[in-house]
């Protein structure tokens, strides 16, 4: 029998990291030792105290049955205070709260609450790839808005088309950025809750990197302007805070009706996170929060090298104020993968190219600060040795 794939899936965009990941196969195969500053996954351990609490928690069996659809109500209270104590936001915990299974889970499904087949969705172009494709799958169309340094990587909502706008249903935003590394001003959230208002435009705001921020910085979160609570909701992830990605554990929160769609989608689909992983969550979010000061340190100093090494051998690099990426514009006379080939055949270090999150990414790469300080040295005496 031939098999044959759904229109949905024929009509996915190339997968534009395939060739990065053949070029990578090859060269390991040639035995290359590779630095790879390629993938935002934390190279850090879960801290002691959340394996812990997940140890004893696996062990009762009061844990293996289902959990609830939207979240222990623990967990969901236990976000709601975490709101309220870093951003001053207050939360319903039991209708503006629920709980993912990583925030990646709950950004591809909530199209599928409001997109109607031909609606248009308002995404970033470079951006995490999640919400053109979960827009697509709702059968959805996305609009790109392009993130262009002269606009400090932020859309500029006054080039939408009016008609753009009122076909808009949802809108997509992240903040502190994947892949830019950019971050949102106040003025920016206040003119993204005026736009949803005037278009009728739910806004999903992705604010995974939220506490990964350096040099005293601590990011907003969009709830916290006026407003906002009714026109849109907020994605958090535990996976990078507290170096949690494989636990499979984030949550959404804000306009009850927002996620009340959500959360109907989920229950028809998935029956929510193993409580054991809740229970380590609520050690995560209500322990000591030094593990998160640790690993803004260890980021921050891993940052400064890569910045400073790369600035040192000629390349145009901002220092970020937040996330784990460096968003690094290519040398004259370089397309983003040819850098990246380059990069990776001749110095053995893995880079994303930018275009790989869209065409406006195209002319960056994005490097992860995802290995240690000694391996992320190596890496600038690597790429200064091919002279590019
Ligand atoms: C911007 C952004 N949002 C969401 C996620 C997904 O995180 P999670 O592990 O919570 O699914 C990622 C992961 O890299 C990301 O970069």
Known sequence: MSIEQSERLKRLPPYLFREIDRQKEAVSSRGVDIIDLGVGDPDLPTPAHIIEAMKGAAADPANHRYPSYSGMHDFNAAVARWYKQRFNVDLDAKNEVVTLIGSKEGLAHVPLAFINPGDLALVASPAYPVYSIGTQFAGGK?????????????????????????????????????????????????????????????????????????????????????????????????????????????????????????????????????????????????????????????????????????????FSVERPRATFYLWIEVPKGYTSAGLTSRLLTEAGVVTTPGNGFGAAGEGYVRMALTVSRERIQEAVERIQSIGL
């Open 142 to 314: 996305p609009y790109f808005m392009d993130l262009v340094k002269a606009n400090q990587f932020l859309p500029d909502l006054e080039a939408i088309p009016l008609e753009v706008a009122k076909k808009a249903k949802m809108m997509f935003i992240n903040y502190p950025n994947n892949p830019t590394a950019a971050v949102a001003t106040r003025e920016f959230f206040e003119a993204v809750v005026a736009f949803a208002n005037d278009h009728g435009v739910i806004v999903c705001h992705d604010a995974a990197y939220s506490e990964m921020a350096y040099d005293g910085f601590r990011p907003m979160s969009f709830l916290e302007v006026p407003g906002a609570t009714s026109v849109g909701i907020e994605f958090h992830s535990l996976s990078k805070t507290y170096n949690m990605t494989g636990w499979r554990i984030g949550f959404a929160v804000g306009c009850a009706d927002i996620i009340n769609g959500l959360g109907r989608i989920k229950s028809n689909i998935d029956s929510g996170v193993f409580q054991a992983i809740q229970i380590a969550g609520i050690a995560a979010l209500e322990g000591d929060q030094g593990c998160v000061r640790d690993m803004r340190r260890t980021y921050q100093q891993r940052r400064d090298i890569l910045v400073d090494g790369l600035r040192s051998i000629g």
